[in-house]
């Protein structure tokens, strides 16, 4: 069993939208930080959005400055799925979409959010086109 699974990617006209989601198994329903990476070819992977779930209702967002105002991510009230809107997508946005987290510790989230390394659960990706 995958305990993170992407679903949502596709292929859209640059301005176009889409919402991608990233379901939780049982055992990761509990963790504390979720977030949304991508990868072009060629290219590092990197940060794109970070949610922090304080308890119910508070969570803390995080957003590289590429995506701000553009991209939105979120966590439903259970817990169990986290999403990412992206909005105004750009060819630039091209990318394979992973969801991440760190469990069960999540220290430091606000300072390393995006550190690649040192996340320990990763989901297998989906896709996003965006051509002109």
């Known amino acids: 069993q995958e305990h993170l699974e992407e679903s949502g990617g596709g292929s859209v006209q640059a301005g176009g939208s889409l919402t991608l989601s990233c379901v939780l198994s049982e055992r990761m329903i509990t963790a504390a930080c979720m977030t949304w990476f991508r990868q072009a070819p060629g290219k590092e992977r990197e940060g794109v959005a970070g949610i922090y779930t304080e308890g119910a209702g508070k969570d803390s967002t995080y957003y590289a400055d590429s995506v701000k105002g553009r991209f939105t991510i979120s966590r439903d009230n259970s817990g169990n799925t986290v999403y990412l809107q992206m909005n105004s997508l750009k060819p630039e946005d091209t990318a394979r979409y992973y969801c991440?987290?760190?469990?069960?510790?999540?220290?430091?989230?606000?300072?390393?959010?995006?550190?690649?390394?040192?996340?320990?659960?990763w989901g297998q990706g989906t896709q996003v086109t965006v051509s002109t």
């Open positions: 991440a987290t760190r469990h069960p510790v999540c220290r430091s989230y606000d300072n390393t959010w995006s550190d690649v390394p040192i996340y320990n659960y």
